[in-house]
């Protein structure tokens, strides 16, 4: 009789096991399907402070050098120096469990200080030599041509994802990378620009293609390492991982930017350079401030696509807005559009186009993957429920 009742009591037991892992099945199946709508509107408004951002400090940074700016430290001061902007964004209550694709293990611990602020010195170094490479490109190159070559980052960190982030190569990527390298070698030979959109000899648009390609590179490489330092070092999804990788590494990033400026001896004529610029004091300090402002917009977006999605979707997205610069340029600068920069922007957008269509092929796989896990655990209950009814009889 003890026997029977150990028997039916570890039936009841087994069956409220498996009914709670059925129900832990579908809870998880419909909880992203709740949370989805939350999570495009996150990834929207990213994609607009990115776009947004982008256009707008790219625009205001060559209008510093168009209306009498000299200072290469300078601009390259203000694209990490507007970070103090983010710091109220500290006390916004965000949820402490933001949906990614990571892993993350809740018994490991946590990394050491010494591992946290290597990273945030390593990017920020990079950052600063980044964006000193940016501001010759500023200073010797027509926007219009300066934002085709930055096209080449998504190529960039195609290739570092494929050593850091373990992307597999497909025929449109490869495809997009072959586009965006034609469409660099297209500008490379694109150096007759007028005088009305550019004074640099033939020497200085070499140093600013080159200096333009390099700082591509470097933020290819930066984007590739932030995926990498937040799936293996961090391992956190919380709002606050997000905002400590854009502010310390800027701040980094500013200090070092600084360094250079008082060492090299540019801060001395800064006054000056305020009284000869064409527009005036005041347009002079709000250029500054408003091109600091409009890379710390493209910052929040740029790393919430890298920790929500991937690094190369962030570049994608950042390419995405590179084609409409060289035209609001032509419009603004009265820069002239010749033809190797019209093929070169058929072809960048070609480029882009070809890896969105590689993204949208594996978002549908793998939601047709998940679909198909979904339902396997659940078509595989009933049956086991049974089983200990079997053995019993």
Known sequence: MREAQQAQLMLYQEAKDE????????????????QNWKWWIRICFYILFLLGGQSVATLLGRLYYAEGGKSKWMAGLVQPAGFPILLPLYLISAPENIPTSYNSNLHERPPSFLTIISVYVSLGILQAAI???YSFGYLYLPVSTYSLICA??????ALFSFFLNSLKF????????????????????????????????????AI????????????GLILSLTQLFFERVFKKETFTVVLDMIIYPSLVSTCIILVGLFASGEWEGLSGEMEEFKLGKVSYLM???WTAIGWQ??????????????????????TLGLPFVPVLAVIIFHEKMSGLKV?????????????????????FKSKTKDGTAIEAPEASTTPRMHEPEQDLL
Do not use: R
């Open 208 to 219: 600013g293609f080159i200096c333009t390609v390099g700082g591509s590179a470097g933020y």
């Open 19 to 34: 009914s709670s892992i059925a129900g832990n099945v579908i809870g998880n199946s419909t909880s992203p399907s709740q």
């Open 343 to 363: 093929i070169a922007m058929v072809l960048a957008i070609w480029g882009f186009l070809s890896y969105f269509y590689h993204h949208y092929l594996d978002d």
């Open 297 to 318: 917009v493209f910052s929040i977006g740029a790393t919430g696509l890298i920790f929500d999605v991937s690094s190369l979707f962030s570049n994608v997205i950042s």
């Open 131 to 133: 964006s000193l490479m």
């Open 170 to 205: 497909d025929p449109y990527i490869i495809n997009s990378l072959v586009l965006l390298t034609i469409s660099s070698i297209l500008l490379a030979f694109n150096n007759d620009e007028s005088t009305e959109s550019s004074d640099a000899s033939k020497g200085k648009y």
């Open 152 to 157: 080449t980052q998504l190529a960039f960190n």
């Open 287 to 289: 250029t500054l401030i």
